[in-house]
């Protein structure tokens, strides 16, 4: 084999000409062939990082080279001595199609001849340190899951229909736009009898169903990349470019997401670039040398979940991700990302003791890389993708995470509260009796509520590992542990922020989660559970119908606290509207053991109001609500023009609003 300065030295023709058209007759089809290596500008571009097409070069592409049908074979390996491709058509052995290194930048590249879309295969790669192993496809877009984890060449054939979709999509204003967020696991929502997954096209019909008649406007998938350890919910991902063949190929995820679009449902996908598995056909040394993973031996490891982290230093390796992001958004349509563990990523110390770590260049424990690459991440895909999400799950103080990179944020639309959800649970969690000791746990939020645009999340990590589902949360008997998780809704959909909800929520779930089984449909055969249900369409209704639930959610003049200090009561009231509009929701709770008769609430407008959504609906397995309309006195109160007497019940939370 050869090794070149470039795919096309010697001659100018060859480095011009990437792609062309075999000689035809008028009436003959035209043949588009391809170059069966990459082009200098491509090498070029991977060196410094900014090739955002990068799945176009790399990986395994079906093409046809002087008349001849086969496929293109690239990958990026510059510490190796060698590099072959084997496959089912080799019986796995090296030697039949050595390829040729290309450079700048140490690209392996070859035409194999006769193979085509469902042939399995993988690299073989003489390292560094002259020991050979057999290798996945880091850009493969299609993956055995199990087995031999072979890659599989894939050509599309997918044909949209969601242009109505797509076009809207770049228009659309992601903090303005209303967000409520269904999360699930693709593989434990619903299965068939004798359990099998369904697929991607069995599940799309039947979750677009279930996700628009609640309201929902997104759904939010645990990682769909591939991945070969069920229990990881997809969070150790081997094939960073491929949905999991679990449940159908790539075109059959397209047809999921085009199915979704087409029903009015965003689709957002958890991503993981802070780490990877260790699996020595995968990423780690994957060419001999750390690679993908840094070089440090104190950044090279991530300390909790055995994993090796990515280097986002490297040019090449923040390219490999952002390249994925951009796939992911347009190749494969998904409207965001949910980016995983972003905190382990801000952080030198993240889960090190010292020793463990080493200060950056300024003498503190912020890493710079990583910092510098979320950045790019975000500028680039909101550049080349308007309109699109970007979610970070980031659990500490970081100031600035979903401000503009101009501004010295690190460019995220959003960012998870997980203040809000710990501080909030754990509220819950206490009996009404109590309450009056952790009156503000349930007020603090509020103090930074305008710090960051945020997502109110109670998500799949609150249900899981001994942590109960919510309702096991929930204090008291079943009567009361219904009518506080009815409240805990309601305060959640009624507080700033985009909600998100963990598939099984909507059930009130007996059961944790686990990846190995269906959620538990029969417990709507129940009417306390199926209320639950009803209440969260109406939550979703409600909310959709008033803008002041939902546009207003990052400026502070959209939010007035009414009562914030009844610590012995148990109570709170506060407003939400939209500065400059007439819209305007007043939510009060009542979130102790008893009603409260005689309470007085102050109102933003005179005249008649009605109560929109009282969790004490009988409607959703409460005793009587709200039924009447009712007039604002002209007494002042809360420092409110206008006011009334009314009753709240018990364990409540109701949504008021002016006739």
Not at 43 to 52: A, D, K, P, S, T
Not at 177 to 192: A, F, N
Not at 450 to 470: A, I, N
Not at 652 to 657: E, G
Request: charged share 25%; proline share 6%; with cysteine.
């Amino acid at each position: 084999m050869s090794t070149r300065a470039h795919p096309s030295a010697g001659t100018a023709e060859s480095a011009a000409v990437p792609t062309k058209a075999s000689a035809s007759k008028p009436d003959d089809p035209i043949v588009v062939e391809t170059s069966p290596v990459p082009s200098p500008d491509d090498l070029q571009r991977l060196v410094e990082g900014r090739h955002e097409h990068l799945w176009d070069v790399l990986g395994a592409h079906p093409c046809t080279v002087d008349g001849v049908a086969g496929t293109r074979f690239a990958v990026w390996a510059p510490n190796a001595r060698a590099v072959w491709v084997v496959g089912e058509w080799t019986g796995w052995d090296a030697g039949a199609h050595p390829l040729d290194r290309y450079d700048p930048g140490g690209v392996w590249a070859g035409f194999v001849p006769h193979i085509g879309a469902g042939a399995t295969y993988k690299f073989e790669i003489e390292g560094a340190d002259g020991r050979r192993t057999q290798r996945i496809d880091p850009v493969a877009q299609f993956s055995e899951h199990s087995g031999g984890m072979a890659s599989i060449v894939f050509e599309s054939s997918h044909e949209w229909g969601d242009e109505e979709w797509m076009a809207a999509r770049s228009e659309r204003d992601p903090l303005r736009d209303r967000m409520s967020v269904y999360e699930m696991h693709l593989g434990s929502w619903r299965r068939h009898d004798d359990d099998r997954f369904l697929t991607y096209r069995e599940l799309a019909p039947q979750l677009a169903d279930h996700v628009s008649s609640l309201g929902f406007t997104h759904v939010e998938l645990m990682p769909p990349a591939e991945h070969p350890y069920e229990p990881s919910w997809g969070y150790q991902v081997t094939g960073f470019y491929a949905p999991t063949s679990r449940f159908g190929n790539p075109d059959d995820f397209r047809w999921f997401v085009d199915h979704l679009h087409q029903r009015g449902i965003g689709v957002i996908v958890d991503w993981v670039p802070a780490h990877f598995p260790k699996d020595d056909w995968g990423l780690a040394r994957f060419d001999g040398h750390t690679l993908y993973e840094h070089a440090d031996p104190k950044r090279g490891e991530h300390p909790d979940w055995g994993t090796l982290e990515f280097d986002h230093g490297r040019n090449e390796v923040r390219n490999f991700l952002i390249a994925n992001a951009l796939f992911w958004l347009g190749e494969l349509h998904v409207d965001g990302l949910r980016v995983d563990a972003v905190a382990s990523m801000l952080y030198l110390d993240y889960s090190r003791e010292h020793g463990q770590w080493s200060p950056n260049i300024h003498g503190g424990n912020a890493d710079l890389e990583a910092i510098s690459f979320l950045q790019e991440l975000n500028t680039t895909v909101h550049r080349v993708h308007p309109g699109v999400l970007t979610i970070a799950e980031e659990s500490t103080a970081w100031g600035g995470v979903s401000q503009p990179v101009y501004a010295g944020g690190l460019g995220f639309t959003h960012k998870w509260n997980m203040g809000w959800m710990h501080d909030t649970l754990d509220y819950w969690s206490k009996d009404p009796i109590w309450r009056r000791h952790h009156h503000h746990q349930v007020t603090f939020g509020l103090t930074y509520a305008w710090s960051e645009h945020f997502v109110l999340p109670l998500s799949h990590d609150e249900v899981v590992h001994l942590k109960k589902p919510l309702l096991g949360k929930m204090p008291g008997g079943d009567d009361d542990r219904f009518a506080n998780l009815r409240a805990l809704y309601a305060w959640m959909w009624a507080h700033p922020g985009k909600q998100l909800l963990f598939m099984g929520a909507e059930l009130a779930e007996t059961r944790e989660w686990t990846h190995d089984r269906g959620l538990d449909w029969g417990l709507l055969q129940d009417p306390r559970h199926a209320g639950i249900t009803e209440l969260i369409r109406s939550l979703n209704a409600v909310q959709a119908e008033h803008p002041a639930l939902h546009e207003a959610d990052d400026d502070p003049a959209g939010f007035a606290w009414l009562d914030v200090d009844s610590v012995d009561q148990s109570t709170y009231a506060f407003e939400r509207s939209v500065p400059g509009t007439d819209s305007l929701v007043v939510c009060v709770a009542n979130l102790a053991g008893i009603a409260r008769h005689g309470y007085r609430i102050g109102l933003g407008r005179e005249g008649r109001w009605r109560a929109v959504l009282s969790t004490d609906d009988t409607r959703f397995g409460g005793y009587a609500g709200w039924s009447d309309d009712f007039e604002a006195e002209p007494v002042p109160w809360h420092d409110r023009e206008h006011s009334a007497v009314v009753t709240l019940p018990a364990l409540s939370v109701t949504y008021l609003v002016p006739c």
